[in-house]
C-alpha cells in the first residue's frame, strides 16, 4: 500500500512554544490530507481536512489560528500547533487519501507531542 | 453528523477463542471502513465494505455489512496473539472530501 511519512515522530516542547509536524505521502500525490488528534485509549477525532491549494476545513470545535495547516504541494502537509500548553499534549495523526486507490486512507505514524 | 457506535469497548480473549466486534448507525452508511490500531501504532486500513449484506473474508477474519447498511461487524476465528489491538469502524461521510468518521473502537487482549 501508500506510504505517508509524520515528522518528528516525537516532541517534548516546553509551554508557550510552537511546534511543526509534517505529513507527505511518499509515493502518491494526495489532494487531500486529514489531520487527528487521538487521546490515550481513546478513538481518532477529526481535526481538519487539509486540501492541497485551499484553506482548510476545520471541524467544530477545533480552533484554526491555534492549529495551523498548511497544504503547500500535493505531496505535503504541515501542522503547527501555535503557542502549546500541556493540554495540547497528544498523538496526531495525519492520513493521506490517494485518489487512485477508492476510498482508501493511509495513515502516517503519529507524531507524539508532549507540552511540559 | 453521521455516528458510528462501536461495542464492546474492551474484549480480552483467550488464545484460540474467537472474536467479535460490532459497529451501529441509526442511519444508512454508504460504506463502512475497518482499521487496526497496535498498541502504539497508527491505524492501518484492513478493508472496505460498500454493498448491503457484503461479506468479505481475510484469513481469520471475516467482516460484514448489514442489509440494512446500518451495521457491521468483524469477526476473528480462532485469535491469536497477534491480533492484539485496537479495531475501528469508520464510514466515509457524504461529500468530496471523504472524511472519516471513526467509531470508539474495540481494543482486543489475547491471554496466550
Known amino acids: 500500500g501508500a506510504v505517508v511519512s509524520q515528522h518528528p515522530s516525537w516532541v517534548i516542547c516546553k509551554s508557550g512554544t510552537s511546534v511543526k509536524i509534517e505529513c507527505r505521502s511518499l509515493d502518491f500525490q494526495a489532494t487531500t490530507m486529514f489531520w487527528y488528534r487521538q487521546f490515550p485509549k481513546q478513538s481518532l477525532m477529526l481535526m481538519a481536512t487539509s486540501n492541497e491549494g485551499s484553506k482548510a476545513t476545520y471541524e467544530q470545535g477545533v480552533e484554526k489560528d491555534k492549529f495551523l495547516i498548511n497544504h503547500a504541494s500535493l505531496t505535503l502537509s504541515t501542522l503547527t500547533v501555535t503557542s502549546a500548553h500541556p493540554e495540547d499534549s497528544s498523538f496526531y495523526i495525519c492520513?493521506?487519501?490517494?485518489?487512485?486507490?477508492?476510498?482508501?486512507?493511509?495513515f502516517g505514524p503519529g507524531t507524539r507531542l508532549t507540552v511540559l | 453528523g453521521q455516528q458510528v457506535m462501536q461495542i464492546p469497548q474492551y474484549q480480552h480473549v483467550q488464545e484460540g477463542e474467537d472474536f467479535t466486534t460490532y459497529c451501529n448507525s441509526s442511519t444508512t452508511l454508504s460504506n463502512i471502513q475497518w482499521y487496526k490500531q497496535r498498541p502504539g501504532g497508527h491505524p492501518v486500513f484492513l478493508i472496505q465494505l460498500v454493498k448491503s449484506g457484503e461479506v468479505k473474508k481475510q484469513k481469520r477474519l471475516t467482516f460484514q455489512f448489514g442489509e440494512a447498511k446500518k451495521n457491521s461487524s468483524l469477526h476473528i476465528t480462532a485469535t491469536q496473539t497477534t491480533d492484539v489491538g485496537t479495531y475501528f469502524c469508520a464510514s466515509i461521510s457524504g461529500g468530496s472530501n471523504y472524511k472519516l468518521t471513526f467509531g470508539k473502537g474495540t481494543l482486543l487482549t489475547v491471554n496466550p
Open positions: 492520513s493521506a487519501r490517494d485518489p487512485t486507490a477508492y476510498n482508501e486512507q493511509f
